[in-house]
């Protein structure tokens, strides 16, 4: 080849090279796209014909090189020049003030500015750069010594082989640090694929991040979506980055990822609605975050402040409360629910989860019981996220002591007596006596609660108290009570005995959807019962239709059907409806909304919500003419997201093609 074709192509590799680089900048740091995928794709294939035909041009920094190569023997080990330190927690505003407080008082001035950033749940990870050029890449480690794992780091994308610039950052020993991290909709769609593998899946992204980083087999890392996310930059002069503020805009401008919720703040109180903000927004973010870091934002009163053990003075992690903790389960006993189902439910000793202090945790059934292997005696781990109830996901079987005792289902129901009862098709025991006293509470309950009539002032202690002192015997009781009647309990004054027989006479003529949701028919939830009143328009419709003229509804199968016809059989719950009739109660046919901006569009919802409850999300779609649906189906056009997102629906969307969106834009549509 002659020197002009040599020379030709080794312009035409660095003009390439540039290209490939500005794409994977925009693309992956500043979240643009200059060019398609398939366009970038095409280069990067030029690119590697030309440095085929010229393999001495090949550098290290090329994009070519990001490509995994062999598996590795092992990890070396790597010792960090400066130590990669942990931070002492706190966890609420006093703490907090504290910490600050002392810090005046050692640096003896007053309004620090502070910095504050999201603090990402992933692998801490140190890249070095020597002349602009990725040499290495370690792990935390201890703090002082951690293991090179360049080769797998390398193909990660949002880390950049080369810095972009020439500054005095791309001269000399550039030192950036940052966290590896997947994001939540990553990390559930690769456990999906290795559950439908029948492989071990993983528990949360963090663990996978930390697993991933440590494979021997570079190739296996490239297959993984791992995101790197900066938050410190070091060099050997600490007077070129004079602040965490200036350490973060110049580590975008390097070309590497830094948090944009990043701020700094001149007074403790805008901090702390800043911390307010990012715990209520938090379940929307890409990735796990447990808190907030807070630094002294000046490097070199940073570094004045010195070191404490194994934690700077000049920082804190502000952790947010947790969602996950370990406890003693001292005991289990059964719930009876409105319909009779059986759920043994775990007593445990007080522990702080999520925010709130947590006694009880839900078990579900006998069989989960059975395939969770819990042991009465057991410490457990507890997981409690936003208002969902807390449940038991394991026990830490490593700390038994022999002492433990497995759970025995009873027999009988502990409330009444009776036999319990179970189907073959089913996995939950139940009591048939519709007069347990157990399922009447929780009838009542149900019937008063928010998605049912909202009758206010008539939580679980309330009606516990009219049952014993014998002034109610069933929901339609309510209507006959006299406010008379309930001065005589202590847990009523004159005020609240006014507003409860008020909030009972109001709803007299409630709207007959919610009313057939409130009788608690099995099977029937709150769309259901929009459905079974849209379509017979009257409760004497909806009692004599038989199962065909119900199966005929929509969204309404056989097993719905069999089961409003044998509600209605009942001769009790006749009996009730009839004194329904003789108190007055008359539920009204309230036509279906037709033709609103969200009319033949069908929601469904999982995880929690920020800025409203679930029911009133569905009240405002259902007003506006959408459907809310309790799960994915064929015909579902939105699954809206939430925090603590579960793996199951995001699964059903993308196999019926539903559409995946995040509170905002539910909220925008909404508004619309």
């Not at 007299?508 to 328009?537: C, E, S, W, Y």
Request: hydrophobic content about 40%.
């Amino acid at each position: 080849m002659s020197d002009d074709a040599r020379g030709g192509d080794a312009q035409r590799i660095l003009k390439l090279r540039e290209l490939i680089n500005q794409y994977r900048y925009h693309y992956h740091v500043l979240n643009e796209s200059i060019m398609s995928e398939a366009a970038a794709d095409s280069l990067k294939h030029e690119l590697s014909q030309l440095e085929e035909r010229h393999p001495d041009l090949v550098t290290p920094d090329s994009p070519t090189q990001r490509v995994a190569g062999e598996p590795l023997s092992g990890f070396t080990k790597f010792t960090h020049r400066t130590r990669m330190l942990s931070l002492n927690d706190v966890f609420d505003e006093v703490e907090l003030k504290a910490w600050l407080a002392r810090i005046e008082k050692l640096l003896g001035k007053q309004d620090n500015i502070l910095f504050a950033d999201v603090k990402m749940d992933g692998l801490a990870c140190a890249l070095i750069y020597e002349n602009g050029v990725l040499t290495t890449a370690a792990t935390r480690g201890d703090g002082t010594t951690g293991e090179e794992v360049t080769a797998n780091v390398r193909t990660i994308e949002s880390v950049p082989l080369r810095l972009r610039g020439d500054t005095v950052f791309s001269k000399g020993r550039t030192e950036i640090r940052g966290e590896i991290v997947m994001y939540k909709q990553d990390f559930e769609e690769l456990n999906r694929s290795l559950e439908e593998a029948g492989a071990k899946v993983y528990a949360n992204p963090r663990n996978l991040a930390a697993g991933t980083i440590r494979q021997l087999d570079p190739r296996l890392v490239a297959r993984r979506k791992m995101h790197f996310h900066a938050y410190d930059l070091i060099r050997d002069d600490a007077a070129e980055v004079p602040s965490y503020e200036f350490a973060y805009e110049t580590i975008r401008d390097l070309g590497l990822i830094a948090s944009s919720k990043a701020q700094t703040f001149k007074s403790v109180e805008d901090l702390l609605a800043y911390i307010a903000h990012w715990e209520k927004e938090r379940l929307n973010l890409a990735y796990n975050t447990d808190g907030l870091v807070v630094k002294i934002n000046d490097r070199r009163d940073y570094a004045a402040l010195g070191i404490v053990g194994k934690a700077p003075r000049g920082a804190v992690a502000y952790k947010y409360p947790a969602e996950q903790a370990t406890t003693r389960l001292k005991d289990i006993f059964v719930n009876i629910g409105r319909t009779g189902a059986v759920t043994p439910v775990a007593m445990l000793e007080p522990v702080k989860v999520a925010g709130s202090t947590v006694q009880m945790a839900t078990l579900h059934n006998e069989e989960e019981v059975r395939r969770k292997g819990v042991k009465i005696g057991d410490t457990v781990i507890i997981h409690k996220a936003g208002d969902i109830i807390p449940e038991v996901l394991r026990p830490l079987t490593e700390l038994r002591d022999g002492s433990e005792r497995d759970f025995v289902m009873p027999k009988v129901c502990p409330e009444c007596g009776t036999p319990l009862v179970k189907l073959e098709t089913e996995a939950v025991w139940r009591c048939p006596n519709q007069k347990c006293p157990a399922r009447v509470s929780t009838h009542i309950q149900h019937f008063a609660s928010r998605g049912a009539l909202d009758i206010e002032g008539l939580g679980e202690k309330n009606v516990e108290a009219l049952l014993e002192a014998g002034l109610i015997n069933d929901a339609a009781d309510l209507y006959a009570l006299q406010k008379e009647q309930l001065l005589e309990l202590d847990r009523f004054a004159d005020v609240s005995a006014s507003k409860l027989i008020a909030s009972i006479a109001e709803k007299k003529r409630p709207p007959l959807a919610k009313f057939i949701f409130a009788l608690g028919i099995r099977h029937v939830g709150t769309q259901t019962a929009i459905d079974l009143a849209n379509t017979f328009h009257s409760l004497d419709a909806l009692s004599a239709a038989n199962i065909e003229e119900l199966h005929a509804v929509e969204g309404v199968g056989v097993v719905v059907a069999e089961s409003v016809v044998a509600w209605f059989a009942d001769p009790l719950n006749r009996e009730l409806l009839d004194k329904f009739k003789r108190y007055g109660v008359v539920p009204q046919d309230v036509a279906a909304v037709t033709g609103g901006p969200l009319s033949g569009q069908s929601f469904v919802i999982t995880g929690a919500l920020g800025a409203m409850s679930r029911e009133d999300a569905a009240d405002k779609i259902r007003s506006r003419g959408g459907t809310f649906q309790s799960s994915v189906g064929k015909g579902t056009t939105y699954l809206v997201a939430g925090g603590s997102v579960g793996s199951s629906k995001l699964a059903k969307a993308e196999k019926f093609g539903t559409k995946v969106i995040g509170e905002e834009e539910m909220l925008k549509l909404l508004r619309d």
